[in-house]
T-cell receptor
Framework: DSGVTQTPKHLITATGQRVTLRCSPR?????VYWYQQSLDQGLQFLIH???????AKGNILERFSAQQFPDLHSELNLSSLELGDSALYFC???????????????FGPGTRLTVL | AQTVTQSQPEMSVQEAETVTLSCTYD???????LFWYKQPPSRQMILVIR??????QNATENRFSVNFQKAAKSFSLKISDSQLGDTAMYFC??????????FGPGTRLSVLP
């Protein structure tokens, strides 16, 4: 158990709909990252938040958005869903060192999104 | 931009044998971290081992060890005494001081009884 929690575990919805995925980081971790993993694919970095502020964006579609709240949990919002958005969405958290040195990311169990 | 390459899409090894998974990366930076993550059929991402680029000594973690060749930008993972539970996708990953995390495409490892 990494200490990172994600809800829901599974989500089935229809095209055109909007969903929200939730992530709670490990206690003490200020950084939250979101990744998308399509079937039999590697991980695509979507976005990174640190202490409530967006730090970096990766291959995130304009239909997707995220935020990190004062209690440090994060939500990933996916709208106007398409069949191709079906994937496993991971959240990861890490300590963000003041020196800027990278630190290990610990992954949650993922949310499996199926768009029908 | 950094890239991570894993040239072996699939590998297999007999139980109790040793196997080495390859990873190469491309960066112009001097300070960074490298990681190996394991993704078993449960799809959970599990950290296997990490290496700081400024450390010359290769990291080890029980049956897992790396061969880090900084000049060659190579970071291979050796699994000794392979066990059935080692069957998984293995991802090599790079992280720089900008906190950008780049994953390789993965190597699917099957441990055969």
């Amino acid at each position: 158990d990494s200490g990172v929690t994600q809800t829901p575990k599974h989500l089935i919805t229809a095209t055109g709909q909007r969903v929200t995925l939730r992530c709670s980081p490990r206690s003490g971790d200020l950084s939250v990252y979101w990744y998308q993993q399509s079937l039999d694919q590697g991980l695509q970095f979507l976005i990174h938040y640190y202490n409530g502020e967006e730090r970096a964006k990766g291959n995130i579609l304009e239909r997707f958005s995220a935020q990190q709240f004062p209690d440090l949990h994060s939500e990933l919002n996916l709208s106007s869903l398409e069949l191709g958005d079906s994937a496993l969405y991971f959240c990861a958290s890490s300590v963000f060192t003041t020196s800027g040195a990278p630190d290990t990311q610990y992954f949650g169990p993922g949310t499996r999104l199926t768009v029908l | 931009a950094q890239t991570v390459t894993q040239s072996q899409p699939e590998m297999s090894v007999q139980e109790a044998e040793t196997v080495t998974l390859s990873c190469t990366y491309d960066t112009s930076e001097n300070n960074y971290y490298l990681f190996w993550y394991k993704q078993p059929p449960s799809r959970q991402m599990i950290l296997v081992i990490r290496q700081e680029a400024y450390k010359q000594q290769n990291a080890t973690e029980n049956r897992f060890s790396v061969n880090f060749q900084k000049a060659a930008k190579s970071f291979s993972l050796k699994i000794s005494d392979s066990q059935l539970g080692d069957t998984a996708m293995y991802f090599c990953a790079f992280m720089n001081y900008g906190q950008n995390f780049v994953f390789g495409p993965g190597t699917r490892l099957s441990v055969l009884p």
